[in-house]
């Protein structure tokens, strides 16, 4: 294959990705929605939990089919990345709660900053200066279209706070693990998902019990509310399965910041389907600044220098000339 060929295959694989992973996020937010909207059912950290029980017989099911393969992961690395992914998902929760819906974003658009510094420090990455002004940019967008009352308060300060960092470990952990141990995606998930799953079950009703004062034992289950249920457990196995595929072809950084398109999308189709009343000049504003700074990011980071990671390479001998082969090759899976 060609060079030129090559890239544009890795392209046309990284927009698969992307729509994938935009299309299951989408669509689970909406399914989401209705789930606690309209029927009630307001028990998220256990809906997850059930989420990862679906993605975990989906593992199986490819296992046994062969298109997982047998793999080694240490358990210490498993159980750390499993306790940041759990910390993310209930301080998410908790932290959309105690908070203003306008802190709460912000919050989340600190997530980006977070996965920089993690990068820095952890992966010894380097951005251009056009790179930090176009993630800039992306913040300023979605902040102008998301971000309307903020107040805070001591306890949700603290909810946030771990959550961001909890995320950010967590998304990060996701291509490091990946990377390390030279597993793709479909592998990862497959140690991820029944640990998740198991864990968030057993702790999922009594913190969605502390949340809401209501017990999932005591929901009045409907055929319509657990036909929406099984829905939003079947998008669920493409959204965990896109976030790994998305974060493993790229990082976090780009997984965050091209995730925003998911909030422009997701406040369009909101006012296609739902009315317009949100609709007003500050949020249009917003959708462009944003999407101008995801297009800019998309350039300037692919650029040379624009994002790349820096490696302590031995001068010479066949220790450098390893380790630049093992680079190499990852960087063309």
Known sequence: MTPTSKDDHKAALDVAAWTFNIVTSVGIIMVNKALLVTYGFTFATTLTGLHFVATTVMTLILKRLGYIQSSQLPLSELLKYVLFANFSIVGMNVSLMWNSVGFYQIAKLSMIPMSCFLEIVLDNVRYSRDTKLSILV???????????????????FIAAFIAVWSTSFQQYYVHFLQRKHSIGSFNLLGHTAPPQAASLLLVGPFVDYWLTAKRIDMYNYTSTSMLFLILSCTIAIGTNLSQFICIGRFTAVSFQVLGHMKTILILTVGFLFFGKEGLNFHVVLGMIVAVIGMIWYGYVSSLPGGKERRQSLPTSGPERDDMLLKSNKLDEV
Do not use: F, P, Q, R
């Open 138 to 156: 992306v913040l300023l967008g979605v902040a102008i279209c998301t971000v309307t009352d903020v107040s805070v308060n001591g306890k949700g």
